[in-house]
């Protein structure tokens, strides 16, 4: 019988005693024999009604993007010139952005574009190819467009957040687009939870010294934060109580 239509790598890993790598592999076996679909951070019912994987990940840690999207807000002035990505946790953020005047964006998302467009914002939508599945512009045509300007502050997501290996992501093309995004501005801020601190996913964005201001929420442990601002990244953390605690995953 089944009784959850979702699961979380994080929660089987706590309820099994294992790692989320090993986890991971026992869901892209299941996934390759048809009896659970692999989605980001876990896996869904293959039974269950198709689902865009972009939706998926706007659900994922909703109540953990929220906090930290309204944190991220207060960095954000009135008259800037901001850059930004295509993530969900990016699109969450400029929900909280409709009391600042004058803003001007730059991005290849469709989603973040029509959100900023209705708050009044400046937009400059890039070029480029429409992603299979997905609502953002990629492609030649997209950094061309990027590398045209210059921002005040970039806002960009990553997959994974570690140490030895820097910024990454599962997506190549996501990838390519925040490579370029890092070099448009004055001002870097990575928007992420705290179960990606630690994660090398599969392709590098960047060092982690091109972080200037990493917004997070409050799971992540001391001795991280004390480790990231040794190196100079400011770390802001958003309080879950704010919005709740996110357990729909």
Known sequence: MRIHSSVRV???????HVSG??????????????????????????????????LERTLHRKEEKRAIGNLASQLVQDGDVLILDVGTTVSTFCEFLDQKKGLTVITPSLQVAQTMKMQGARVLVTGGELQDGEPYLVGQDAHEMLEKYCANRAFIGVGGLSFDVGMTDFNDQEVSLRKVILDRANQVIVLADSSKIGVRAFSVIGDISRIDVLVTDDRIHPDTKEALEAIGIEVLIAKLEVFGDSSSW
């Open 21 to 54: 790598e090993t986890i991971r592999r026992d869901l892209e076996l299941l996934d390759k024999e048809g009896i659970v679909r692999r989605v980001y951070g876990g896996a869904v019912d293959s039974q269950q009604e198709s689902v865009s994987d972009y």
């Open 10 to 16: 994080v929660d089987l890993a706590k309820l099994f």
